[in-house]
């Protein structure tokens, strides 16, 4: 009896071992944005909106959202109506960074909530690598703008923080009309921050995708705990 209990045992945990590197398949993919004000984590909504999840995973993969800044932040006003941050488009000299074709809309199914993702975009199906965070519920976006992510866990701290930046108009007098109107800065309080530098920027340094568990690290986990246990008792 002894031996069969071990055979089964070290053959359990040879077939856990043997799914140690097996993916386990979850409904969205998970990206963490690391910037010079902090880090948070987005979950992306790929089984619903597959396309623009494809398609921002690709500027992710390609690491072209690296040195990014976040070039617009509006706060919820009566004037405004609306809140967010928008990042994706511009480097830190100001410079537009290259995009792919522009992607269908996929609207529909999840509303501009506080703490979602969504595409920027000048029309409808022309979206291509900008995005932009609700800070606050902003509907009104619903019937134009695709949403195809959420932030999870405390990240909004980090979100509201950068929203709360004091906002300077960089267009400059050659391009009143640009896309720099309200540029977050960070320290604009300090002497000589009236000229932005990129150290007053908001920088996302990355965007990266968190690697997904596998199926054997879980169950080794959980499972061999519990058969060892069981073991123990048997004895």
């Not at 000589?192 to 908001?202: A, F, H, K, T």
Request: glycine residues 8%; contains cysteine; charged residues 10%.
């Amino acid at each position: 009896m002894l031996v069969n209990r071990l055979i089964s045992l070290v053959t359990g945990f040879v077939f856990l071992l043997s799914c140690a590197f097996c993916p386990v398949t979850r409904a969205g993919v998970i990206v963490e944005f690391n910037t010079n004000v902090g880090n948070f984590q987005v979950e992306l909504f790929s089984l619903q909106k597959p396309a623009s999840v494809a398609n921002f995973l690709t500027y992710v993969d390609s690491g072209t959202y690296s040195n990014s800044i976040v070039h617009r932040s509006v706060q919820n006003t009566p004037f405004t109506g609306f809140g967010i941050i928008q990042g994706g488009g511009y480097d830190t000299v100001g410079n537009t960074l290259p995009t792919l074709p522009p992607i269908a809309d996929e609207v529909g199914i999840f509303s501009n909530l506080r703490g979602t993702l969504a595409y920027a975009n000048a029309g409808p199906n022309t979206a291509t690598r900008q995005w932009y965070l609700n800070v606050t519920d902003n509907v009104v976006f619903d019937t134009n703008y695709t949403v195809f992510g959420q932030v999870i866990g405390s990240g909004m701290t980090v979100v509201d923080q950068i929203n709360a930046f004091t906002k300077v108009n960089a267009n400059g007098v050659n391009n009143p009309n640009g896309p720099f109107g309200n540029l977050p800065v960070i320290n604009a309080s300090l002497p000589g921050n009236l000229i932005v530098e990129p150290s007053n920027l908001v920088v996302v340094n990355s965007i990266t995708a968190v690697p997904e568990p596998s199926v054997g690290l879980l169950l080794l986990s959980t499972a061999l705990p519990v058969a060892l246990w069981r073991y123990r008792r048997r004895r």
